[in-house]
């Protein structure tokens, strides 16, 4: 019998080293200092055997136990996705949390799929969609933030053609503008600046078109639309001999309105706190790491989902993901301006940032009576 054991491991070895070249392959550089942690490899003589009191919901792996976020893939790849960074740096592993990607959700269906427990949370919505899903009486909570915009940085940009005569608000008075939805961000970003700059009835002012973000500068290319809203950073355009910046969120809220949070229901976050708070820590490291790091970040994107890196715009990350009180009421004003939301929501209904093990104050206390 331990001939036997001897050869299964010698067998087991040699199919390792077999794998190594392969999986080199896939590895993200590590000129970060912070290489991906080595897989402990055990015999089946070895294994730890799984407790009997694993929950729903969790799993054991190389004696230990794990819990798995059924989660989106994005369904917009313009932009870098965290949830895989935080897999490839290991920060889920540090924390006990696997991830399950269920396929892309339309964006109308996020919050929808997070209430039926379809997934358990989002791939980093815009706050004014949580905001009036809480003010209808949904039971979610904000507990990381995920983006934030800065002057280099920032969420949202307005282009025109570089030889278009639209230079200010008042331009865009009677013209067509494109965007990637009629809601969220893209619904409201050009409203503001509008509104900001003295025009009083911005609604009416100009016609918004719904095209999809991936053709939407083929769109203002043909004269389809005068101006676009696009997830894009000015250094995107500025060697751009086609288009120009007309204004970025940057330029309405400084850096207040490109917040978007990852959210949980409530029920879920009363009954797994431990998850919440393991889910928390990873998006902290991972947004101080991408920060840090926005090539490589851009990099995991690209490469796990076979697209094209240049079509990946950089973004500027939350530090420590903690959600600032500034971008969740910059956001409700709004709504409360248009109307979406008619009633005071208090922001304790809104956010948190007590399960963040980088928030250095008591934090808005969540209401998860559930």
């Not at 070249?21 to 015999?43: E, I, L, M």
Request: proline residues 6%.
């Amino acid at each position: 019998m331990r001939h036997l054991y001897k050869f299964i491991f010698r067998i087991s070895l040699a199919v390792i080293a077999s794998l190594v070249p392969a999986c080199g392959d896939s590895q993200v550089s590590t000129d970060h200092n912070r290489p991906k942690k080595a897989v402990s490899v055990t015999s089946a003589a070895q294994e730890v055997p799984a407790p009997s009191d694993l929950q729903p919901g969790e799993v054991w792996e190389d004696g230990r136990r794990y819990f798995v976020l059924n989660v989106p893939n994005s369904a917009d790849l313009t932009s870098p996705e965290i949830l895989m960074a935080a897999e490839e740096m290991g920060f889920f592993d540090e924390n006990g949390i696997k991830v399950n990607y269920v396929g892309a959700v339309p964006s109308t269906q996020t919050i929808p799929s997070v209430l039926k427990d379809l997934i358990h949370t989002n791939s980093g919505g815009h706050v004014n969609t949580t905001i009036s899903a809480i003010a209808a009486g949904a039971g979610i909570l904000a507990v990381a933030q995920k983006t934030e915009s800065s002057q280099r940085v920032p969420h949202m940009v307005a282009i025109v053609k570089i030889d278009s005569p639209i230079k200010t608000a008042h331009d865009l008075i009677g013209k067509k503008i494109g965007s990637p939805s009629a809601q969220g961000c893209s619904g409201y970003f050009h409203l503001a600046y509008m509104l900001k700059h003295g025009i009083e009835d911005p609604k009416n002012a100009a016609d918004l078109l719904v095209i999809k973000e991936a053709v939407i500068e083929q769109a203002l290319r043909q004269g389809d639309v005068d101006a676009a809203l696009m997830h894009k950073t000015p250094e995107y355009f500025e060697n751009n001999r086609e288009f120009r910046v007309l204004f970025s969120d940057y330029d309405i809220w400084e850096n207040r309105g490109g917040g978007t949070p990852f959210f949980f229901r409530l029920d879920f976050i009363k009954s797994r706190p431990d998850v919440i708070r393991g889910f928390t820590a990873a998006m902290a490291e991972t947004a101080n790491w991408a920060n840090a790091h926005p090539r490589e970040n851009r990099e995991i994107t690209a490469r796990r989902t076979k697209a094209d890196l240049n079509s990946i715009t950089e973004r500027y990350y939350a530090p420590d993901a903690i959600i600032k009180e500034e971008s969740v009421t910059v956001w409700l004003d709004v709504l409360k301006q248009f109307k979406e939301v008619t009633r005071d929501v208090p922001l304790d209904q809104i956010y948190t940032n007590e399960f963040n093990p980088y928030n250095k104050s008591q934090g808005l206390q969540p209401e998860v009576s559930g």
